[in-house]
């Protein structure tokens, strides 16, 4: 029996993935997108974006991956214009740049001198983090979980999941905000000591995603806290987690 079960490991090999920053992914993956030069009817591809992500600003072509909800149509109907790269590496503390403009190559970094010297100085050994699901469709929620499991071990930085605010360092916010959730995210925030973090994992949490213009959604919260960082995704991919965190809380896994 246990010669069995020896077998059964040997089988299947070691679980884990060694080194979490520097995994490719499979080119099906749909991460940064790069947005060529070449000619297209820029009223028609912006009018073909269901969620607004497009734009046309500095005579350029833009995605924002705040609001793209990575469905990959945009891709398939303008191959030549837009394609999705297996780049994960895209959370960001400056909302503006997840816009990305045509030309742009050079990916997505963290903007280090906006990172608070607090969170520099007390997270770079620990982070515990309560997820609040405001509204949420439990897909980013799933990723989030997904975090700590056998594969990534989110655990073996010490960034783990707590179950109370008041045991966690920061709040991982996902859903578009829904107002019967506004209130309970409020006081979950107000219950973790300072210092505290504020990260927002996903479209629907970033910019409501295509609940943005509901009239059931309640997003004065963001404008009241700093938010130190969005990882964009729809769902999320662990990945992008835990290697924006990462580079948020720790100098040496900054790009
Ligand atoms: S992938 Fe993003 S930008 Fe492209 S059509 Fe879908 S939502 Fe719009």
């Known amino acids: 029996m246990f010669l069995e079960e020896l077998n059964i490991v040997k089988h299947q090999g070691k679980q884990f993935i060694k080194d ?42 833009s995605i924002d991956l705040g609001k793209c909800s990575f469905c990959g149509d945009c891709q398939h109907q303008f191959s030549s ?24 190559k050079t990916g997505i970094k963290l903007d280090v001198s906006a990172i608070r010297k607090e969170i520099r100085n007390i997270f770079k050994r620990s982070l ?19 975090c ?17 605010p008041r045991h966690s360092d920061g709040i991982v916010l996902t859903g578009p905000i829904t ?21 927002l994992a996903g479209t629907d949490a970033i910019s409501g995603g295509i609940f943005a213009e509901s009239v059931a959604v309640k997003r004065d919260f963001l404008e009241k806290y700093p938010i130190d960082l969005y990882v964009p995704g729809n769902p999320i991919h662990p990945l992008t987690f835990i ?8 100098k040496k896994f900054r790009r």
């Open 81 to 104: 214009k837009i394609k999705f790269t297996n780049h994960y590496k895209m959370a960001t503390n400056k909302r503006a740049d997840l816009i990305i403009e045509q030309g742009d």
């Open 148 to 164: 700590g499991n056998v594969n990534f071990d989110m655990g073996r930085y010490g960034i783990e999941f707590t179950a109370s």
């Open 179 to 199: 107002k019967n959730m506004a209130e309970a995210l409020e006081i979950a925030y107000l219950a973790i000591p300072e210092p505290k973090i504020l990260i």
């Open 128 to 146: 515990k983090l309560r997820q609040v699901c405001a509204g949420g469709d439990n897909s980013n929620e799933l990723e989030l979980g997904a």
């Open 20 to 61: 979490l920053t520097e995994v490719v992914l499979p080119d099906t993956f749909r991460g940064i997108p790069i947005i060529s030069n070449e000619e297209v009817a820029v009223k028609e591809i912006i009018d073909f974006c269901p969620v607004d992500a497009i734009d046309f600003r500095n005579n350029k072509l």
């Open 243 to 250: 290697n924006g965190v990462l580079e948020l809380t720790r």
